[in-house]
Nanobody
Framework: QEQLVESGGGSVQTGGSLRLSCAVS????????VGWFRQAPGKEREGVAA????????????YYADSVKGRFTISYDNAWNTLYLKMSTRKPEDSAMYYC??????????????????????WGQGTQVTVSS
């Protein structure tokens, strides 16, 4: 059964690092993509970062929203049992409920598709991140 469980959120101050984790079960990284999304009160859910297999080519392909490029890093463990999001140089506008999600993988599409919440069909319960100055 497919299941995603996030952890690692909390209340933190600006600067420094925080790492979110997402335990992934029921998926093979070769066939699916996984990503991190966030939703602040009164705002739509938005893509933060996503990762997928490069298919017949080795390695993984990562996508980042412009707002987090250079500050956040998405990664996974070797078996892709756990997805991570390292949040560095946090800003108050990073405060939101963070979700991990799993969805289809397609070499046809790029970052716009992989960072679109509508691409994903299985979601975790979310973990709250609050950044204060």
């Amino acid at each position: 059964q497919e299941q995603l469980v996030e952890s690692g959120g909390g209340s933190v101050q600006t600067g420094g690092s925080l790492r979110l984790s997402c335990a992934v079960s029921g998926y093979s990284y070769r066939d699916y993509s996984v990503g991190w999304f966030r939703q602040a009160p009164g705002k739509e859910r938005e893509g933060v970062a996503a990762i997928r297999s490069a298919g017949q080519m080795s390695g993984l392909i990562k996508y980042y929203a412009d707002s987090v490029k250079g500050r956040f890093t998405i990664s996974y463990d070797n078996a892709w049992n756990t997805l991570y999001l390292k949040m560095s140089t946090r800003k108050p506008e990073d405060s939101a409920m963070y979700y991990c999600a799993a969805g289809p993988r397609s070499p046809t599409f790029g970052g716009y598709w992989y960072l679109n919440p509508e691409t994903y069909n299985v979601w975790g319960q979310g973990t709250q991140v609050t950044v204060s100055s």
